[in-house]
């Protein structure tokens, strides 16, 4: 698809290759307006000749296989004949048949260039000054209509009938040769990027090292189809993200997949792609695979290479195929929730595929599509500066502050109420208001949406109950002191940085997903269950002893990356996503300090339904397999 404001051709004259520069390409029109007017303005002279005194009979010029012969005197046609000539001339240029494919060459022995083809009506060989003109602006008119379709069409017509041979030097241009040049022309002009696209998002640059840990058994870790990378304990560096050779520099956890945006622009993506999430084919005969150019240590059996049973396809990391994008697509982003990825360009529209679910199954992904399995831009959104994924619903806010929202509304996650036959109006993104507030920043968790500086949570008042839900953007009262930065949500509990680096939690922390010792916590502050023992946290509460820059929260686990670099957990360990190398609930938020990130200055951590994801800035030096 061309680039706004990048031609791809105008009529007949596209022989030409288009160049990669917009304002510099040839301009077939204006050497098609160069072969017409002389033929026009000879037309008119005749016209002006044949004017005179009754009687009297004018020297006229007659139209000869392309040649002017001079001085002989011919019968005026009638009007009608004159009329029916001139619809004859305009009809056979409308519909391609009469045309010259070449054009003349200026003097003896000079032949015609393939970059200055012109396919040129030949105007009618007698006619009033009146319809000498009229000639001139339909033939103006019919050039500047015609594109590429109308090149080829124009060509297989000419094919069918021989090209006279005259006395001036002609060039003519094959089938084969016009489809080659169109094809080449619609190429270069998709590859020409408008120099007028501006720019609003800046590109991640640094390259990461890549640590994963939890459960992989349906690939999600990123390792490869090995055996023993099914269940991670600790963090693990993930060898087949070498910030060396990869260069990854983003990265993103859905619920059972993954996706990463590299130095070199690529979307690479691994996981479960049973509804499209991935973005390409991943089908798989179900062979085993061994790695024949990798040496296998004393405690990796070569055997673990293809003995997991795992699809290799979905297992290993691999780039989404860069033909879904037009030539010249940047990547600043990439998101994912639990069926479905979305990448963010540097100017600011969005790409997507997968789909949405609901408690009945799937939504879809569109009005018109359940499972988009390969890339497609999402209509409507401009100027993204941007996204925030939950569990089946996604938040984009664009340059003006103004936040768009699409996806899953069963739980009132999209910040409007959609009943009934609606329902599909709600895979289209709508903005919603927010009154004058711009938005700096979207977060979302699982079944509930933020917007810095308002944003949407549980009734405070009401949290805990059944009808706990809050259909229209609703400040968040108390959160009003705080000046957030960053703010994340996992299924029933949310985090969020201040400005002065405390980690806030509320919600449910029943199953340790505070991080804070319960019975520390005011009684004022909580809801509790019928045995009296502290179920939710009502108010926005500080862990103790953290100065954080990141928080990331699971379905019911948690993670925050201090200023200094470390990295707690805390939470539901049942697939050791908390990385602690337990399948026991971490109550308290605890530092991470196995010997893969010990010492490392981590800057991220992501958490997807059962793993999860951190990351530090890559030092330069060579990869270190450090695993316990």
Request: hydrophobic share 35%; glycine share 12%; proline share 5%.
């Amino acid at each position: 698809m061309a680039p706004k404001g990048v031609g791809v051709g105008s009529g007949p004259a596209l022989a030409t290759r288009a160049s990669t520069r917009v304002r510099t390409a040839p301009k077939p029109f204006e050497q098609a307006v160069a072969a017409v007017k002389p033929r026009a303005k000879k037309a008119k002279v005749a016209a002006k000749g044949r004017k005179g005194k009754a009687g009297e009979t004018a020297p006229a010029e007659k139209k000869v296989r392309g040649k002017t012969v001079a001085g002989r005197v011919t019968k005026p046609l009638p009007t009608n004949a004159k009329a029916k000539k001139a619809r004859q001339a305009k009809k056979a240029v409308t519909k391609g048949k009469k045309i010259v494919p070449a054009v003349e060459a200026e003097s003896e022995g000079e032949g015609s260039d393939l970059t200055s083809l012109v396919a040129s009506p030949v105007p009618a060989r007698q006619g009033t000054k009146r319809k000498a003109a009229e000639a001139e602006s339909d033939s103006l008119s019919d050039l500047s209509d015609m594109g590429t379709p109308e090149l080829e069409q124009l060509t297989r017509a000419a094919a069918k009938k021989p090209v006279r041979k005259t006395a001036v030097a002609k060039s003519t241009v094959t089938i084969a040769q016009a489809k080659a040049m169109a094809k080449e022309a619609a190429k270069s002009a998709r590859a020409v990027v408008d120099p007028r696209r501006a720019v609003i998002n800046e590109k991640p640059t640094t390259r990461l090292t890549v640590w994963v840990c939890g459960e992989g058994s349906a690939g999600e870790l990123g390792r490869g189809p090995r055996a023993d990378g099914i269940d991670v304990k600790r963090p693990r560096l993930n060898a087949l993200l070498s910030p060396a050779e990869v260069g990854v520099v983003q990265v993103a956890a859905g619920g059972m997949h993954a996706a990463a945006l590299t130095h070199d622009n690529q979307v690479l993506t691994w996981g479960v792609n049973d509804l499209g999430a991935l973005g390409r084919d991943t089908a798989w005969d179900g062979a085993q695979t061994v790695d024949a150019d990798r040496t296998y240590g004393p405690d990796e059996p070569e055997s673990s290479a293809g003995g997991s049973g795992l699809n290799p396809r979905e297992a290993t990391p691999t780039a989404v195929s860069p033909e879904h994008f037009p030539d010249g697509t940047q990547f600043a982003q990439v998101v994912a929730s639990d069926s479905a990825t979305f990448a963010l360009t540097d100017d600011g529209p969005v790409y997507g595929w997968g789909t949405f679910r609901e408690d009945e199954g799937v939504l879809g992904f569109s009005e018109t599509v359940r499972v988009q399995i390969r890339p497609t831009l999402i209509p409507g959104l401009k100027k993204i500066k941007s996204l925030a994924c939950g569990t089946n619903h996604v938040l984009a806010v664009n340059d003006k502050g103004k936040v768009f929202v699409w996806g899953s509304s069963q739980q009132g996650q999209l910040g409007r109420r959609v009943v009934g036959r609606s329902m599909a109006k709600c895979l289209v993104p709508r903005e919603i208001s927010f009154g004058r507030n711009k938005i700096a920043r979207v977060g979302c968790g699982a079944w509930h949406s933020f917007a810095i500086d308002t944003g949407k949570h549980g009734d405070r008042d009401r949290a805990g109950e059944a009808s706990a839900t809050i259909d229209q953007p609703t400040l968040v009262s108390g959160l009003r002191d705080f000046g957030l930065m960053d703010v994340d949500g996992g299924a029933h509990h949310s985090l969020a940085v201040d400005d002065e680096g405390r980690c806030l939690v509320w919600g449910r922390c029943d199953s340790a997903q505070s991080g804070i010792e319960l019975g520390t916590i005011p009684d004022d502050d909580a809801v509790f269950d019928t045995r009296r023992r502290q179920r939710f946290i009502r108010k926005a509460t500080a862990i103790p002893g953290l100065q954080v820059v990141h928080v990331a929260a699971g379905t019911d686990n948690s993670f925050a990356i201090t200023t200094d670099g470390v990295a707690y957990s805390w939470g539901f360990s049942g697939n050791y996503q908390t990385g602690q190398g337990t399948d026991d609930d971490v109550p308290i938020a605890t530092a991470l300090t196995n010997s893969a990130v010990r010492g490392q200055t981590l800057n991220w951590a992501g958490a997807g339904g059962q793993f999860s994801i951190l990351t530090a800035p890559w030092g330069g030096v060579a990869d270190q397999v450090m695993e316990d």
